[in-house]
T-cell receptor, first 112, second 112 residues
Framework: GESVGLHLPTLSVQEGDNSIINCAYS??????FIWYKQESGKGPQFIID?????DKRQGQRVTVLLNKTVKHLSLQIAATQPGDSAVYFC???????????FGTGTRLTVIP | DSGVTQTPKHLITATGQRVTLRCSPR?????VYWYQQSLDQGLQFLIH???????AKGNILERFSAQQFPDLHSELNLSSLELGDSALYFC???????????FGPGTRLTVL
């Protein structure tokens, strides 16, 4: 099956610092990647996505970087705020499938 | 608010019982996906429906089944429940396929 893994299960950052959450994927045929944020007791919330024909995409305070050579995806959050504390999942669509394959998640804790 | 609704929010039942979880997709979305999230686990894809037809199956047990109705809402039926079926069940929807999936708030199932 597909394998999407995260390098670190937990990450603690100081409020105002930048956060970087990493993700490795195994299927080189994946062409769509998404980052989701999940707060306790809530459903995953879409943050940002990127297609395989791009290597960088920016949103509001977030940037996703895609390195297809090493099959690595990262989410950068600028000026991290307490409200950013959550579990972050990366997901890929495998071999062009419609469903998503999720990693186990990284828990981000922002220290005020 | 993603626009995806799920009912009930919580469900407590006994082993051997059968339950039905309901999902209403965002207005205009034709695809519905079901995922299972066990404690401290990632999201496991169960099944995908597009415009009433099953499109893909993931790690869905034979005791589980789903359908999508003409009004595009979907139901996930879980039967002969076991303790290990206790989890959060999420529904997501997207416009078609291969695009961003938006998740509902989930149904927390507890099997006693």
């Amino acid at each position: 099956g597909e394998s999407v893994g995260l390098h670190l299960p937990t990450l603690s950052v100081q409020e105002g610092d930048n956060s970087i959450i990493n993700c490795a994927y195994s299927n080189s045929a994946s062409d769509y990647f998404i980052w989701y944020k999940q707060e306790s007791g809530k459903g995953p919330q879409f943050i940002i996505d990127i297609r395989s024909n791009m290597d960088k995409r920016q949103g509001q305070r977030v940037t996703v970087l895609l390195n297809k050579t090493v099959k690595h995806l990262s989410l950068q959050i600028a000026a991290t705020q307490p409200g950013d504390s959550a579990v972050y999942f990366c997901a890929e669509n495998g071999s062009g499938a419609n469903n998503l394959f999720f990693g186990t998640g990284t828990r981000l804790t922002v220290i005020p | 608010d993603s626009g995806v609704t799920q009912t009930p929010k919580h469900l407590i039942t006994a082993t051997g019982q059968r339950v039905t979880l309901r999902c209403s997709p965002r207005s205009g979305d034709l695809s519905v996906y079901w995922y299972q999230q066990s404690l401290d686990q990632g999201l496991q894809f169960l099944i995908h429906y597009y415009n009433g037809e099953e499109r893909a199956k993931g790690n869905i047990l034979e005791r589980f089944s789903a359908q999508q109705f003409p009004d595009l809402h979907s139901e996930l039926n879980l039967s002969s429940l076991e303790l290990g079926d206790s989890a959060l069940y999420f529904c997501a929807s997207s416009v078609a396929g291969k695009d961003t999936q938006y998740f509902g708030p989930g149904t927390r199932l507890t099997v006693l």
